[in-house]
């Protein structure tokens, strides 16, 4: 199990796979690595790394649960690359993967090729973060994965209609843990939640729209999923008025975030890395 120390002493879990052009894959913000495992098969000509960021997935959890940002996370990805000998990769980001992509072309453009981000910008669309709220740090009720799969296909139908059962109860395998007794379990530190808490309270949020700006100076591909309630059609287009060379994608029938292996995502995914990889 690939693991690698960075300069606080934690461990972080990683893993590195195929030759070619690296493409670092960051997950969101309760997810791990696993988060790639569908479009995974697809990237069969590029080096792709997948890391499990503190307290989520297997690695160790942190004792400062301030450290559980966005700005520790984005120098632990620098700390992987260097641990790599990987001079510049492109991000491959899933929502807080994006948000960190963005502070890395801010403060380490030179390590970046460019990003691909997973239904997130620099503005989150009203409600969104409400509904985040709603589930994290909060072990889910299930009392197995066979009754998450249904749970998970009736209430996300509305913004993943189409998608089948069998498709969330592997989704339900790759974010929760099966519980010794019956029940499931978080795959991250509960704790998360009070982190995020705390730096709600800590003060007005940083205008990340300087940081998408600094995105912006390196290829830049949005995919969107159609559905989505912290993307919306009008974030996209002011982002694109502000980075007039980023490709958008739109992802039908899916809400935040998407799956990445549908077709118009792989579209999106490979075209960029082609272009600039």
């Known amino acids: 199990m690939p693991r690698f120390a960075v300069p606080d002493g934690l461990e972080l879990h990683y893993t590195d796979t195929g030759e070619g052009p690296a493409v670092l894959c960051l997950a969101g913000l309760t997810r791990n690595s696993d988060d790639f495992r569908f479009v995974l098969p697809f990237l069969p000509d590029y080096r792709v790394i997948r890391m499990d960021y503190r307290g989520r997935g297997l690695s160790d959890r942190a004792e400062d649960i301030s450290t559980y940002s966005i700005v520790q996370e984005a120098a632990d990805a620098v700390?992987?690359?260097?641990?790599?000998?990987?001079?510049?990769?492109?991000?491959?980001?899933?929502?807080r993967g994006g948000l960190i992509a963005m502070l890395l072309a801010a403060s380490h453009p030179e390590r970046l090729r460019g990003a691909i981000l997973n239904d997130i910008g620099p503005e989150i669309a009203p409600g969104g973060l409400?509904?985040?709220?709603?589930y994290v740090g909060i072990p889910p009720a299930y009392a197995d994965y066979a009754e998450a799969a249904d749970g998970l296909a009736a209430a996300m139908a509305p913004r993943f209609p189409g998608v089948t059962r069998d498709r969330w109860r592997l989704h339900a395998e790759l974010i929760w843990a099966e519980r010794e007794g019956g029940g499931l379990d978080l795959r991250y530190d509960a704790r998360l939640r009070d982190a995020l808490r705390g730096q709600a309270g800590a003060g007005p949020a940083p205008d990340l729209w300087a940081l998408w700006d600094a995105l912006a100076r390196l290829p830049v591909t949005?995919?969107?999923?159609?559905?989505s309630d912290l993307l919306n059609a009008e974030i996209l287009a002011r982002m694109q008025a502000r980075?007039?060379?980023?490709?958008?994608?739109?992802?039908?029938?899916?809400?935040?975030?998407?799956?990445?292996?549908?077709?118009?995502?792989?579209v999106g995914i490979l075209d960029h890395l082609k272009d600039h990889a």
């Open 222 to 227: 949005v995919l969107h999923g159609a559905n």
């Open 79 to 95: 700390a992987l690359l260097d641990h790599l000998g990987i001079a510049r990769a492109t991000i491959l980001g899933t929502s």
């Open 243 to 266: 980075a007039p060379g980023m490709r958008a994608v739109t992802v039908p029938a899916r809400g935040h975030v998407p799956f990445l292996d549908e077709r118009e995502s792989l």
């Open 130 to 134: 409400d509904r985040i709220m709603e």
